[in-house]
């Protein structure tokens, strides 16, 4: 009876302790705009205006390229209106579109953590879009989509 007795309240504290580090998850969409900004950064900086489920700003910097930079691979960061930073690394890859200057940009962004809402965040966020350069600089406008999990983040909200 004892073994019995123990086996369930020892049951009860891991179900106890499932639930409570249970991750929600959180449907991400929106647009970015993002120039391109001077910086000391080896290989370029960005900032950019977020709309949507990650409504705030936006800053990204190349770890890496290409010698053409079609290829190139990021540290991004997300700060919301509301304070909450969600930060991912990435893998950026721009396709030339024929007839033009500008190019197309797939990046897949990995979540790696952040503070506040994100803090020990994890999920994938995928961006699609444009890039155009010239003598001044370059910008990038982008959809994002995705989903960001993590134990602050409430199931269903948007």
């Known amino acids: 009876m004892k073994s019995v007795l123990l086996t369930g309240i020892l049951g009860?504290?891991?179900a106890g302790t499932a639930i409570e580090a249970r991750a929600d998850c959180q449907q991400v969409r929106g647009t970015d705009v993002e120039t391109v900004i001077?910086?000391?950064d080896a290989l370029g900086r960005v900032l950019g205006v977020v709309d949507g489920v990650l409504n705030g700003a936006s800053?990204?910097?190349l770890t890496s390229a290409s010698d053409?930079?079609?290829n190139s691979?990021?540290?991004d960061v997300f700060v919301t209106r509301a304070g909450d930073i969600l930060m991912a690394t990435g893998v950026v890859v721009l396709t030339p579109i024929a007839g033009s200057t500008d190019l197309l940009e797939a990046a897949t962004l990995t979540v790696t953590g952040g503070s506040g809402k994100?803090?020990?965040a994890t999920g994938t966020i995928k961006l699609a879009g444009?890039?155009?350069f010239d003598d001044n600089g370059g910008t990038f406008d982008v959809t994002y989509r995705g989903s960001?999990?993590?134990p602050n983040i409430e199931r269903g909200r948007r």
């Open 68 to 70: 053409d930079f079609l």
């Open 73 to 75: 691979t990021s540290n």
């Open 118 to 120: 994100y803090d020990r």
């Open 130 to 132: 444009r890039a155009s």
């Open 12 to 14: 009860l504290a891991m």
């Open 148 to 150: 960001v999990c993590g």
């Open 38 to 40: 001077p910086s000391n």
């Open 59 to 61: 800053t990204s910097y």
